[in-house]
């Protein structure tokens, strides 16, 4: 099998004496959606933020272990931590969105980058507002303020800002959850077709949307107090009928 395009070994996340994520190991491959499903409060957020070291922007937090990005190590010393989060887009639970027009939310991260030339910018947010099938409802109304724009356009805003930086990686963090049904399927549609480009890590409450979008998952549950991957695989396997009782549990609603 080809090399993964991210890993962890032995990660491991502490806040003083307590200790959030315990030993995990796993290996994201390319154009896949990995899932991470568990309990509320068991670390997929403090996971999914290890990956593009958002995690040390919170200080009171120390990791330990390795994560590679094409094999080499994210905290060697000549990697470019903003440089790295453009490669490794993240989106998140509600839509972050600036109290700035449409146009300056989707190229504000290339901007920040400064990577790219002020009159190509027009250009790029229209590729990646097309990308993120959003480009027909705004293309009207792109130097209006975006926070007019639905909850489901804002997440869909928020994946053009992020889709603007041509990222190799989305980790996206509940995605749907604050969404409607209709919002959640555009959404859900999105990252069908976003995995021909880009490798995705989706983590998701819904056990239904784990089954139906994810090529691999890993289930993180709580043992002694801290989040452990208990089960990857493929997604029936994890979810199978004799799982893990953690698995078991989490999927009966306990
Ligand atoms: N900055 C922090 N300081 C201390 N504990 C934190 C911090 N951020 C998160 N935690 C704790 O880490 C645990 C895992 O949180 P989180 O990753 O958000 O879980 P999940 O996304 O699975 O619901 C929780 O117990 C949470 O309270
Ligand atoms: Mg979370």
């Given at each position: 099998m080809?090399?993964?395009?991210l890993?962890?070994q032995?990660l ?7 200790t959030?994520l315990r030993?995990?190991s796993l290996s994201?491959?390319e154009k896949?959606?990995?899932g ?5 409060g068991?670390?997929?957020s403090t996971?999914?933020?290890?990956l593009?070291?958002l995690?040390?922007l919170?200080?009171a ?7 590679r ?5 994210i905290?060697?010393p000549t990697?470019d931590a903003d ?6 887009g ?6 972050i969105v ?6 300056q939310?989707v ?7 400064g990577?790219?030339?002020k ?13 993120a ?11 209006q303020?975006a926070?007019?724009?639905s909850v489901?356009?804002?997440q869909?805003l928020?994946l053009?800002?992020t889709?603007?930086?041509q990222?190799?990686?989305i ?7 604050a969404l409607d ?7 859900e ?9 880009h490798?995705?890590?989706l ?7 784990a089954?139906?979008l ?5 289930c ?5 107090g801290?989040?452990e991957?208990i089960s990857?695989?493929?997604p ?5 009928s004799?799982?893990?009782p953690e698995?078991?549990a ?5």
């Open positions: 080809a090399e993964p395009i890993q962890t032995s491991t996340v502490t806040a003083g004496s307590r959030l030993g995990v994201i491959h896949q959606v990995f991470l499903i568990g309990p509320s068991a670390g997929k996971l999914l933020k290890c593009n070291r995690l040390e919170t200080p937090l120390k990791v330990s272990g390795v994560v990005f094409h094999g080499e190590s905290h060697g990697v440089a790295l989060r453009s490669r490794i993240i989106l998140f639970q509600q839509p600036f109290p700035k027009s449409v146009f939310n190229v504000f991260g290339v901007k920040h980058l990577v790219i030339q009159s190509a910018l027009p250009e790029v947010a229209e590729q990646a507002l097309r990308e099938s959003l480009w027909d409802e705004v293309k009207d109304r792109l130097h303020p926070l007019r724009l489901g356009q804002q869909r928020c053009a800002r889709l603007a930086s990222p190799e990686v980790l996206m963090d509940e995605p749907t959850s049904p209709k919002s959640t399927e555009a959404i549609q999105l990252i069908v077709r976003l995995k021909k480009t490798t995705i890590v983590v998701t409450h819904n056990v239904r949307q089954r139906q994810a090529d691999q998952l890993a993180i549950c709580l043992r002694d801290a989040g991957v990857q695989g493929e029936c396997d994890v979810l199978c004799n799982c893990a698995i078991e989490y999927l009966a609603g306990g």
